[in-house]
């Protein structure tokens, strides 16, 4: 559904992207992580048709994004940074329009529904929350029932609720056969939504994997933590949890406030992050 190799972007002398290489399977949640000004943006938007490269090969649905042509746009969601619905459209003219725009639309009661919007549909875009603003701006990407939706940082400014909301519905939308490639600053999204978590630093991919290890680039020690009868804390860091648990349990001691953790998606992004910028 998506094939990069050797991606390479610049802006003047800076290049933004460095030789990046990715690849996304029918179906697959991909997530790219990286702090500010890493190429995440620049990545999306010329895999969605909307900014020339400088090098390397792309296809997305065996089309080149450099040469888009209106079937291949028609097959593509994409939910940009920013919104670009006119503030003077109301949420059901605004979705109205888009959907004439493809052969087999979601049905515009359905899609608002489903991104409870149905309450909304005579409200001028410009006045709804931003929160909602977004959902109006995921519902045009998915007007078109996309085989690959783009999604640049989906969920900033949401509140928990209507993250899980969203989440679902890119979850939905997942296992129906959509790829989806969202970028975020949650890493607690990536892990809960991705199948797979790439991770951009200065325009390299410096990580790609699962998201509960990121393949392997953690040092995957388990933590196990306890207080013991005198009321001090233990803690214990091993590769080994359960020998280690058990040999704890044969002291006989009381285990109050019992915790085993594995290393989170957190902990592996910022130690990869962190150790390229100190690099
Ligand atoms: N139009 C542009 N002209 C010049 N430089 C640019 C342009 N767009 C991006 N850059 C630079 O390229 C690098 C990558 O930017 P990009 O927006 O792709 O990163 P990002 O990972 O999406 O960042 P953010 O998380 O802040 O959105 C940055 O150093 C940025 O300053």
Redesign the pocket.
Known sequence: MIEVEGLIKR??K?T?LDGVDLSAKPGEVLAVL??????????VEILEGYRPRDGGRVRVLGTDPARPTRAWRGRIGVLP?TTSVDPQLTVGEAVGLFSRLYRDPWPTGELLDRLRLADAVDRRAGVLSGGRQRRLDLALALAGRPEVLFLDEPTTGFDPEARRDTWNVVRDVAAGGCTVLL?T?YLEEAAELADRVVV?VG?RIVADGDPATLGGHLDAETTIRYRRPDGAPAVIRTRAPSAALLAVLREGEELGELSVTRPTLEDAYLSLVGSRHAA
Do not use: M
């Open positions: 802006y003047g800076r933004a990286g702090p500010n000004g890493a190429g995440k943006t620049s990545l940074q970028t600053h951009v325009g």
